[in-house]
């Protein structure tokens, strides 16, 4: 029997397309006012509900780790697929024992892992001082991104949103250095509180947007910009809302950005202020260079990122593990 445990209950509608098609059934955590808290009882209901050598594919990576954890502590035996790592490197105490507990699990021949781009792969190996191979899983490119409703583009905007992974620090600075040019933040309400009253006149700053409001603010502004401060995969969900709409994209030249926007899909450069404005006067008003990328990128995810090469790439997983 497959088992599919969601983190998060909102999520179940969107993913019903995986379980109908890898025949699993849902298991999802319950909501709590601590994350770690959902997580727990999330991994304990499946444990339960499931039996020995029954496959668990995991939807957040670090509830793999968890559920691993669980198994062991209560002499169980269950095959996992962890979806994606998102690893980060941080040197930490606490990052030290996450990358500890993702090491003893990656050991295990009952755990199966992808990732979202080749190269990151690599590094979590590497860092981790494993021999496995990951499978490559690159993240589904959902219809849903597109904007329906036909939105006014205004001249010389950048837009920058999201949650994970954003250095807003730095694209305040770079924002600072073009006071001619205007910029559309949309930031997690922790980010707006911590930089709300210092953002210059030319920043508009916004948190808390819904899904359609965040992408029609950014479809009103001429160039998307994703700052980074992580090698791990982060921003991806925006930029693919951005090639949905066929939206110019710079962004922090990483390990998982530059297996979507090498060749020419867009713009992969380092976390540099001076680079950064450059490069954003050299694009706003390139209407025509600028399309030719985006129209790039939206090829590469629909061919790529599609549903069903997703469903392809986790019966594969789940075939190599269940064999």
């Not at 444990?47 to 990576?61: A, F, G, K, N, T």
């Not at 993702?102 to 199966?112: P, Q």
């Not at 021999?131 to 219809?143: G, P």
Request: include cysteine.
């Amino acid at each position: 029997m497959v088992y599919l445990l969601l983190d998060n209950p909102s999520d179940s509608e969107r993913l019903s397309f995986l379980s109908r098609h890898i025949h699993a059934k849902e298991v999802y955590s319950p909501k709590s006012k601590k994350l770690m808290v959902a997580w727990l009882k999330g991994a304990y209901r499946c444990l339960c509900l499931s039996e020995p050598d029954d496959c668990i594919v995991c939807w957040y990576d670090f509830q793999a780790v968890l559920f691993y954890f669980l198994e062991k502590a209560l002499f169980q035996k269950r095959k996992i697929v962890c979806l994606n790592i998102l690893l980060k490197d941080k040197d930490t105490w606490k990052n030290k024992v996450v990358s500890w507990m993702y090491k003893v699990m990656l050991n295990d021949m009952n755990v199966m892992a992808s990732v979202t781009s080749k190269e990151y792969g690599v590094h979590v190996r590497e860092r981790l001082g494993i021999k496995r191979n990951f499978f490559l899983l690159h993240d589904v490119f959902w219809d849903s991104y597109t904007v329906k409703s036909a939105v006014r583009v205004n001249p010389n905007t950048v837009f920058c949103g999201g949650v994970n992974g954003r250095d807003w620090n730095f694209i305040i600075k770079v924002a600072k250095a073009m006071p001619d040019v205007t910029f559309h933040l949309v930031m997690p309400q922790s980010a707006f509180l911590k930089y709300s009253s210092r953002l210059p006149g030319n920043v508009n700053g916004k948190s808390n947007l819904g899904v359609d409001d965040f992408m029609r603010e950014m479809c009103s502004c001429e160039i998307v910009a994703l700052p980074l401060d992580t090698e791990a995969p982060a921003g991806l969900i925006v930029l693919f809302q951005a090639a949905a709409n066929k939206k110019y994209v710079i962004t922090t030249d990483t390990m998982t950005t530059r297996e979507y926007l090498s060749e020419g899909r867009g713009c992969l450069i380092p976390n540099d202020v001076r680079t950064w404005t450059k490069v954003i006067r050299d694009k706003l008003g390139r209407v025509d260079t600028n399309m030719e990328a985006s129209e790039k990128l939206l090829k590469f995810l629909n061919k790529e990122c599609s549903v069903n090469k997703y469903i392809e790439s986790v019966n594969k997983i789940l075939g190599r593990l269940q064999s």
